[in-house]
């Protein structure tokens, strides 16, 4: 179980700092006297950190369930 909650610990960090970055760029804009548009230009770099950690997070969520129940799965009858 700690190696669940080390992960989860871990991602939600991760996605933390994504919303962290994007307020930072967002506090910045608008600083200057710009817009929201300066979000909208760099969306495309937060949704590929977004999705490059969804995709880690995923790999590593499934690499820890139990071997017992991947062994049960793989099986062919």
């Known amino acids: 179980m700690t190696d669940r909650k080390a992960i989860l610990r871990r991602f939600s960090l991760a996605y933390l700092s994504i919303v962290a970055m994007m307020a930072f760029v967002l506090m910045v804009s608008l600083k200057r006297g710009s817009d929201w548009k300066v979000l909208l230009v760099g969306m495309p770099l937060f949704v590929i950190f ?25 099986e062919v009858s």
């Not at 590593?60 to 062994?71: D, L, N, V, Y």
Request: no cysteine; aromatic share 16%.
């Open 50 to 74: 977004f999705v490059g950690v969804t995709y880690q997070f995923v790999k590593e969520w499934r690499q820890i369930r139990p071997r017992s129940k991947a062994g049960k799965n793989n």
